[in-house]
């Protein structure tokens, strides 16, 4: 009943996408905190020093 096969709701190629559609999200929004941490984005549009 549980592991890699199917569920009730979804088949093993649905959640396999879900995961891999929430971990690119993650990915992604962690780059963004370290981004942010280390003071390496973008500089914003308003000031009038970029």
Do not use: Q, V
């Amino acid at each position: 009943m549980f592991g890699c096969g199917a569920s009730y709701g979804h088949s093993g190629a649905e959640r396999a996408h879900t995961y891999k559609t929430i971990m690119s999200k993650e990915w992604r929004m962690a780059k963004d905190d370290f981004d942010n941490f280390m003071l390496m984005d973008r500089p914003s549009r308003l000031s009038r020093w970029h």
